[in-house]
């Protein structure tokens, strides 16, 4: 079971908003400059109750109000353990997806929760925070570099072969076979009387 653990009261968490929304409610805290106050949603416990061994990226969705450009830190933690950080913009007017690589925030295999905070030393205006969540293992996450695939060059035309310039052979003529000389007739030679011959 999560619940609220946000370091101090100064950042007013509230966990039904209506200020800005995707459906009915959202999340929206003021960030402090101060390093540790932030939006903090955590187990119970404040164990590591949460296995995040087969999600690659942990998901969610911010808005920035009016003039958005607030500079956020979020951090994965164990107990008071910052197990990795990175950082995102929130723009204004509007609602922004954003998914962090498990990866790039420590690689913990547990988390007892996660944390918000101003990446800065200043003080920031109201950010709005909906639907986190965590992206398993197979799913694409979006600040990982994406496979680069080279481009399919195109297929040169074959090259024309050139006509042979050397003359054309030239082809003895096809001559008629002769006619077969004409065999004389053998003299027939008689034998006796009969009439029968060679």
């Known amino acids: 079971q999560l619940s609220d653990w946000s370091w ?4 007013k968490p509230d966990f039904a908003s209506t200020g800005q929304t995707r459906g009915s409610k959202s ?6 400059g101060n390093g540790q106050s932030g939006l903090q949603i955590a187990c119970t416990s404040a164990s590591a109750c949460l296995d995040v061994s087969s999600s690659r990226a942990i998901s969610f969705w911010v808005h920035g109000g009016n003039n958005g450009g607030q500079e956020i830190r979020v951090e994965l933690k164990s107990g008071d353990n910052v197990l990795g950080t990175a950082t995102f ?12 690589a498990i990866s790039n925030l420590g ?3 547990s988390i007892s929760g996660v944390q918000f905070l101003a990446s800065g030393s200043s003080d920031l205006e109201t950010v709005w925070i909906d639907d986190i969540g965590l992206i398993k293992n197979g799913c694409f996450a979006t600040d990982e570099p994406a496979t680069t695939v080279a481009p ?9 072969i050139p006509t042979s310039t050397e003359p054309p052979v030239t082809q003895a ?3 008629e076979n002769p ?16 009439s029968q011959g060679i």
Not at 27 to 32: A, D, G, M, Q
Not at 152 to 160: F, G, K, N, R, Y
Not at 179 to 194: D, F, L, V, Y
Request: aromatic fraction near 6%; charged fraction near 15%; charge should be negative.
């Open 8 to 11: 101090s009261s100064d950042v």
């Open 27 to 32: 999340i929206s805290f003021v960030p402090k």
């Open 89 to 100: 913009t929130a723009e204004a007017n509007k609602w922004t997806y954003i998914e962090k």
């Open 107 to 109: 690689s913990p295999s």
């Open 152 to 160: 399919v060059s195109t297929q040169p035309t074959a090259p024309t």
């Open 173 to 175: 003529p096809v001559t």
């Open 179 to 194: 006619t077969a000389p004409t065999m004389p007739t053998a003299p027939t030679e008689n034998i006796g009387s009969s």
